[in-house]
């Protein structure tokens, strides 16, 4: 019988994938590695030698986080599966969850909390700056929550949450930490163990230049705890932390099937975990530090005001920066995307207001640096970027 509905005629020619320079909040550019780990042939997802691969990925995530959590894996999805897994897992129906929100994150957070049916507190901060301690205390003392949860690169407005001190308050009160680092890790310091971190995901294409897919997280033993105490069971069976964790080899229990591992993913996984590990995490951060600092001032004597006006705010590995009065930002990005270069706009409520521009990883490099300090010159203050 024929089918009633013709092959589509687009399936027909190849697909349009230019190659580009991606300075956006994410994905960042690939490494040659990285690229072409995925070219390796497929495994079975329970095979011995994929099984291997997930154990490398699992020493280099806590080698990533800086943590010795036996709860640590990949979450197949983006960074919003992290967060979705995290929740999920920490918190039950009615608990409290007090979210900080400076940005979009912690705005999303609280609409997850709040789809799960949580009791959700939040303390909201201007956009650009971060929770003092005693903002925390304070919300810990009032609402008593399960979770704290904090966005560490708040890749919305380009501010790096402090963190020190914060799990001592929580851990007094019984509140668990939970910490997004999907646009920080690798890119300035953070030390899961010794910042007393219950919860930490990230995702695998900002710093670590692999393609998005895959979510980091690693829970520690106090999170174990609450997860193996809980009245009900996780409500999603997809993000349920102990069975991933069996699948994971997390528990050194025989791995059971949970679900077909994103092979391909895992393997840009390990390659990418592999070039933090040869570079040195404490270099890479070092690294992205230095660059910053020179970017910025490339910026500044360029005529840009950046957005985070406290220095020691500024995320090392994405840059916000305030649209000159007068200049139309979204004409400003599409110049830059015809010469192939991807900047963004702002996000939620920084839309309008800033440019905001990713220097993950490999990305983050003094030659790349100045080759968009040029172009973005040149497009804003050119004619025909001012608003009419
Ligand atoms: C800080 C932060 N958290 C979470 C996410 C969500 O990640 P994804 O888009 O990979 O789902 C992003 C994405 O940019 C992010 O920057």
Redesign the pocket.
């Known amino acids: 019988m024929a089918s009633s509905i013709p092959p589509p005629e687009v399936l027909k020619n190849p697909p349009n994938i230019p190659e580009k320079q991606l300075f956006g909040?994410?994905p960042s550019n690939m490494s040659h590695e990285i690229r072409h780990s995925m070219d390796a042939p497929l495994l079975g997802h329970l095979h011995v030698e994929f099984c291997q691969i997930m154990d490398d990925c699992r020493v280099g995530i806590q080698y990533l986080f800086q943590t010795k959590n036996p709860l640590t894996f990949a979450v197949s999805?983006?960074?919003?599966?992290?967060?979705e897994c995290a929740v999920m897992n920490l918190l039950e129906n009615g608990e409290t969850f007090l979210v900080i929100q400076n940005g979009?994150?912690g705005l999303?957070a609280a609409n997850l909390g709040k789809r799960l049916g949580l009791n959700v507190q939040t303390i909201i901060l201007p956009e650009g700056s971060a929770a003092s301690l005693e903002q925390i205390r304070e919300g810990i003392i009032k609402y008593k929550p399960k979770v704290l949860f904090i966005?560490?690169?708040?890749?919305?407005t380009g501010v790096a949450h402090p963190l020190k001190g914060i799990s001592e308050i929580c851990h007094e009160n019984g509140t668990l930490l939970l910490v997004?680092?999907?646009?920080?890790i690798g890119g300035t310091e953070f030390d899961a163990d010794a910042l007393g971190v219950d919860c930490v995901y990230t995702?695998?294409?900002?710093v670590l230049n692999a393609p998005?897919g895959l979510?980091p997280i690693s829970f520690s033993e106090k999170a174990v705890e609450k997860i193996k105490n809980r009245k009900t069971q996780c409500v999603s069976f997809y993000f349920d932390a102990l069975e991933l964790g069996n699948y994971w080899n997390c528990f050194g229990e025989p791995r059971r099937y949970h679900h077909t591992g994103m092979i391909s993913m895992v393997y840009s996984l390990r390659a990418a975990l592999a070039a933090i590990a040869k570079e040195g995490i404490e270099n890479e951060i070092k690294r992205h530090k230095e660059n910053i600092v020179y970017f910025h001032q490339k910026l500044e004597d360029a005529g840009f005001k950046l957005f985070v006006e406290d220095k020691d705010l500024r995320l090392p590995c994405?840059t916000t920066i305030r649209v000159p009065e007068g200049i139309e930002w979204k004409a400003v990005i599409d110049k830059l995307m015809a010469q192939k270069i991807e900047i963004s706009g702002g996000?939620g409520s920084t839309l309008g207001k800033i440019w905001r521009i990713g220097t993950f990883g490999i990305n983050s490099d003094k030659t790349k640096m100045d080759k968009i300090v040029s172009a973005l010159k040149d497009a804003t203050f050119s004619a025909n970027s001012k608003v009419n």
């Open positions: 909040p994410g999805g983006t960074g919003h599966a992290g967060m979009i994150w999303r966005c560490h690169g708040e890749s919305s997004d680092t999907v646009a920080s995702a695998t294409q900002k998005p979510a994405l996000l």
